[in-house]
């Protein structure tokens, strides 16, 4: 069975804070490994998607990587803006289905 | 393009009661599915399809019914309300299994 798990639960950064978030994911062969955005009273908003360890991807402040246990969501001088609740999912190569994780809830304050 | 839509945004439900919740897609994608998101559990997939005409279970189906009559359209519905389906509910799409999926906006579901 799929495992996927997000920490820490919740961070509080100070604006221009950098830091990382983790996803830890059990499968038995990936397929793809995505990072959604979902802020208060909305749907999931697609960021990322990873596929094979080594890969990398970067969109404004936000950089995903990939390893073979792990993927690191890292926000650079974070603002108020990226205040949002950031969720990794992963796809096997035998499911049908998007496995979540619990997310990570990050404030950063001005 | 639209994305994918959901109706209603919210719904109130007596026990026992049925309803369909709408999800739409204008993507021409191939796979949609439903998810419900409760505090402390996570987004859990219910049901999905791969197809027109191809519907399967996912984690959670008990009391919950689909049908993909077309590539665009994917309902859900409750058959007899329960307070423990009181939820938020996202319908998402994606061109293939195993491809990034796009979610509505969901639907917030009160069963009393």
């Known amino acids: 069975e799929d495992q996927v798990t997000q920490s820490p639960e919740a961070l509080r950064l100070q604006e221009g804070e950098s830091s990382s978030l983790n996803c830890s994911y059990t499968v038995s062969g990936l397929r793809g490994l995505f990072w959604y955005r979902q802020d208060p009273g909305k749907g999931p908003e697609f960021l990322f998607t990873?596929?094979?360890a080594g890969e990398e991807k970067e969109k404004e402040r936000l950089k995903a990587t990939l390893t073979k246990k792990e993927s690191f969501l890292h926000i650079t001088a974070p603002k108020p803006e990226d205040s949002a609740t950031y969720l990794c999912?992963?796809?096997?190569?035998?499911?049908?289905?998007?496995?979540f994780g619990g997310g990570t809830r990050l404030m950063v304050k001005p | 393009n639209a994305g994918v839509t959901q109706t209603p945004k919210f719904q109130v439900l007596k026990t026992g009661q049925s309803m369909t919740l709408q999800c739409a897609q204008d993507?021409?994608?191939?796979?949609m599915s439903w998810y419900r998101q409760d505090p402390g559990m996570g987004l859990r997939l219910i049901h999905y399809s791969v197809g027109a005409g191809i519907t399967d279970q996912g984690e959670v189906p008990n009391g919950y019914n689909v049908s993909r009559s077309t590539t665009e359209d994917f309902p859900l519905r409750l058959l007899s309300a329960a307070p423990s389906q009181t939820s938020v509910y996202f319908c998402?799409?994606?061109?293939?299994?195993?491809?990034?999926?796009?979610f509505g906006p969901g639907t917030r579901l009160t069963v009393t």
């Open positions: 990873l596929y094979s």
């Open positions: 998402a799409s994606g061109r293939d299994r195993g491809r990034e999926q796009y």
């Open positions: 999912a992963v796809w096997d190569n035998a499911g049908n289905m998007l496995t």
């Open positions: 993507m021409n994608h191939e796979y």
